[in-house]
């Protein structure tokens, strides 16, 4: 007769001392959130009309989705980009009316706008007076954008707002190009250089004192001769020209870091005074 052998399953190892972890599932995602999600993996794959209908379901069929304000301005951004000037531009006007409390988006809305109108003028019955109804926006940034639109049709309209964009610095050429196509002598309020001044600090590395030498504004071209080859590109990298510091100072309060760089043997900082 053979012997029996019973076998005993193994015992558990003991759980180990302290805390133990806790496994929580993940949220499940709700149906407008999904929707909201794949719209914008559309939208980076460039497939506008499937993302434009997402964003257009969502606004249908959830009503009270609280990411609504966002949804209609990445309809509006992606009928844009699908170049639907106009219903693009109706979209951004259905988000500006319905959600004037979005700050950062208004902004980009209304420019965003202004660019479909500008390239819908004498094509459609809304562009031109939209773009006439912007000039009298309260940011003279949109003011000065819809300015220059209406000037590539010779629209005298826009000249006072031409004229506001030449003490901008990110329109002053543009809106001088646009007054002297029109035969308008461009006239601006160019601010005063005097008690201005650019501040340098310098230190090179492995010294311990700074050198300070301070420039007065109109010699602020003279700053990139300070910068090395490195440091003049690290500054074009950061958007920064070296050669148009004065445009940047001229329209920043004292005290302002214009520009900060370094390279392998010294960092610069340039501050306004």
Known sequence: MYPLFLWAAEPPEPAPHGPSMVLVAPARESPPDLLFRQAKNLRYGQRWYEAAALYRQILRDYPAYSRLPEVRFWLAATLESDQRWDSAADAYTEFLSLHPDQKMLVREAKLNRIHCWGLRQGLSRQ???GLLAALGDPSEEVQVAAALQLSKQGDRRAVEALQKGLNRASTSESCRLALI?????PVSAAPTLSGRFLVLRIHEK?????????????????VAGYLSDAQIKQARHKGVDPDRLMDLALNAPKGTVLLSVDDKDSSITIVTE
């Open 206 to 222: 492995g010294k311990p004192d700074t050198v300070t030498i301070r420039l007065a504004m109109g010699l602020a071209k003279a």
């Open 181 to 185: 196509g029109m035969g308008v002598e």
């Open 127 to 129: 562009a031109t007076p």
